[in-house]
């Protein structure tokens, strides 16, 4: 009986396991060796970037040591093109630098100065201080003045422009051929006493002709005498107009109608005469005649 207790309490205890084999045996030790393999494989993926990364590293050469010149060097701009014309990088340039003082120009060279300031005056004698627009008298003071200027315009594209095209003739000359027609037309209309007046102010020796005088002492007093010209056939269209306006008002002064405008009355009046006598048929030819007979 003894023994039999002892088998059968001995009998269970043989069968159970170590708590370490049930570890290994059990889910547990799954997770545990996929972790480990998962580190290997990534150590591994580690030092093999990390190899070719450093194998892919580019080697630099040394530095290539600066040469001497052998010339000393410069910088050239040639004007002209294989054949000698003008290059077009020249001409845009050239085209570009009158575009932007053609303003200049035009109103200090040429006839529109004095014919738009004809025109404003002959607006303002009608007392019609905004008809026609400045737009409209600008327009037709420019026409006018391409009209006038048209031999000297002529000559400059005949003898400056037309041959620096060509190639025939540098810039140089192409520019003192083009302001010999300029000169011309404004000493044919340019007063001696504005001409001495200009010399004197700038300080300069009298000059022995005319045609001797510089373009900065000459254009001043070609628009002197431009001003001068303007304000005396100016005062001549003035003149009519003011005595409608003194006759107007000396019938409202004897009718007792002082509080009416005496312009309100002889503004139909103006009107009426300035179409009648084809006002500005009259002041567009003496304008032309002005500049025609002196040339």
């Not at 570009?96 to 200090?108: E, G």
């Not at 005056?121 to 391409?146: D, E, T």
């Not at 422009?161 to 520019?175: K, M, S």
């Not at 000493?187 to 001696?192: D, E, K, S, V």
Request: aromatic share 6%.
């Amino acid at each position: 009986m003894t023994g039999q207790a002892t088998m059968s309490v001995r009998g269970p205890l043989a069968t159970r396991q170590p708590l370490s084999a049930r570890f290994w045996n059990g889910p547990a030790a799954r997770i545990v060796v996929i972790a480990l393999l998962v580190l290997v494989v990534a150590a591994a993926l580690i030092l093999m970037t990390g190899t070719a990364s450093h194998a892919s590293v580019p080697t630099v050469d040394a530095p290539t040591p600066p040469v001497a010149p052998t010339s000393p060097g410069g910088l050239s701009v040639d004007i002209n093109g294989p054949d000698g014309t003008p290059s077009s990088a020249i001409v845009t340039l050239v085209g570009i630098t009158l575009l932007s003082v053609a303003p200049a120009l035009l109103l200090m060279m040429t006839s529109f100065t004095k014919i738009f300031v004809v025109l404003a005056m002959a607006r303002n004698a009608l007392a019609l201080p905004s008809i026609p627009p400045n737009q409209v008298l600008a327009g037709l003071a420019l026409f006018l003045s391409l009209f006038i200027m048209a031999p000297v315009i002529t000559d400059i594209n005949t003898h400056a422009l037309q041959p620096y095209l060509n190639g025939h003739i540098d810039f140089t000359q192409a520019i003192d051929l083009a302001t010999k027609p300029l000169r011309t037309f404004m000493l044919a209309h340019t007063r001696q006493e504005d001409l001495a007046l200009m010399t004197r102010a700038a300080g300069l020796p009298n000059p022995k002709d005319p045609s001797s005088v510089s373009l900065p002492t000459l254009i001043p007093a070609f628009m002197i005498s431009e001003l001068r010209a303007a304000f005396i056939i100016g005062f001549v269209i003035f003149v009519p107009f003011l005595v409608i306006d003194l006759v107007v008002s000396a019938a409202l002064m004897s009718m007792g109608m002082m509080m009416l405008p005496p312009v309100m009355i002889s503004l139909p009046f103006k009107i009426l005469l300035f179409v009648l006598v084809d006002g500005w048929g009259l002041i567009i030819t003496t304008l032309i005649s002005s500049y025609r007979g002196s040339s």
